[in-house]
């Protein structure tokens, strides 16, 4: 079959790799239907994270079961899947308790036990403790809501409930990327009186209001501070959700919170400080990490085939797998938000 | 009057200071009935801290009020008060929404405008945002507890909702001192399963226990880690109350939460880097910061008079204001776990 791989910076390849086989009795094998490329992808693209040459990359899929091991349950040949973007086996305190990414047995993808989800395949262990099957075959027009359930909009949603968005709440969402964006949507769905986003890009911004953003705030650092407290009455925000996972954003995060704030952080973090000596005096809090999607999957595909959020919006460029490295590209250089990838 | 001062590091006296008036409109001149010495303020008489010689120092009291300003309207003469370790306004955005450490005209005692605790009288502004009366005299019985409801049982309260210490959870509480012993009663009277404190010294583990402790855990970093883990069956902690302030005692606070936790700390950083990788990759948070104990003393006060809770017995130490100097060496040699004074 064929597979991304990449191979050194800027290096990215659709290769052919041995085909997949089920070789454990939890194992699903799964045809991938559509996949997309994450803005952590661009960690180790721009070379800022180690690479392997050669190594499978992509975690973020939907597809159609082929074949399942001796074990599996929950999910059968035929159905369609969305993949959370790590494997959990469902069974573990930590999967119970609903923290699935810090799964006592944990796999990622594109390692020796699960093939990249950048591909036309991709054979996974605990079927059970990972996918979701939608409840029928979806249209068409519901793929790209649905993929975003695997990473980004699940993403966005727990920045959103680390930081205890609730009713009535004034939101910012530090981050215009699909993450950031995702972050609106939950903010807005979860009853924020006013989202506030920071943003400098027109067509993101658009997104963001389409999305439930009540305000757009352009500026960076000490300025957004400014127009924040501007927007909110000097007081600051009551939930900030960091999108981004650089020093800069976070400190911005910290800077617009009002006391008793919690920042949602989502962001793989590089090169941030917490500012401990700030949040002491001003009881703002930081929550959150590694996004465990596979928990909000069920309410939030059901949110999605209603018609009720639309998150495959975050998707503006949808390239073949063959040309994954132009979509790479186009996310690097921001031509795109978000590249949806059909194997 | 006399009052206590600082003048170098180890140097504390009993001096005699002008005494304090009345002078706004929301003023109240308190004479003080008990005060006592904070674990915050051995920062300063160790020299870890800058000293102004000769400043006032103190912040913890309780006493009856003698005059008040011509707009005061919830406190009168003779009312017995519990005084919150910092005054505020009561009126600000962040008082309104109980923050009051955060009050935008926040003042500190042994300041220019509200005196030191640990004396006779206590001139402050702002006595409506900030003192609260007992609804009769209290039984000299009650002192100490009522008296802890200024700082240390509002602290540990703190360490405990910041952490959101639940029914049935099970907690880790770091630290022994009042705070940490305060944070063990809190975690119980919320309803805790299991309470387990990390303790090295006989006497705090007595009292630790008589406030709820069901477990003690007398190893230290790495050690105190796997106890807990053998503990709660390789889990780690729902909630941990981190009540020093040390990057040892942060350290231990991550490692001992289970994934989905929050740290709710409370004690003064000193030297804390926060695992911002850790606390990623384990989705802990991190929430607590200066205790808003004027939010919690109408509630604990009840609980106090009510004799639900006893909090006072962390004062194994009770000295005449004249034998300040003393009681800190008490404190800071460990001999005390907390020192009340009487004018």
Redesign the interface.
Known sequence: MRATTIHAPYDIQLSDVPDPKIDGPTDALVRVVASCICGSDLWPYRGENKIKPGSRIGHEFVGIVEEIGADVRTVKPGDFVIAPFVVSDGTC??CR???Q??CDNLVGYGSSRADGGQGEYVKLPYADGTLVATPELPDEAMIPSLLTLSDVMGTGWHAAR?ARVKAGDTVVVVGDGAVGLSGVLAAARMGAERVIALSRHESRQKLAVEFGATDIVSERGEEAREAVLELT???GADAVLECVGTGQSMETAFDVA???A?VG?VG??HG???P??K????????????A?VRAYVPELMDAVLAGEINPGKVFDLDLPLAEVADGYKAMHERRAIKVMLRP
């Open positions: 305190p930590h308790a609903g923290f990414t810090a680390s009455g000097g007081v009002r006391p008793g919690t952080f793989v973090p941030v400080e917490v401990i000596g949040m002491f005096r001003r009881n703002v809090g930081l929550a959150g990490g590694m465990p």
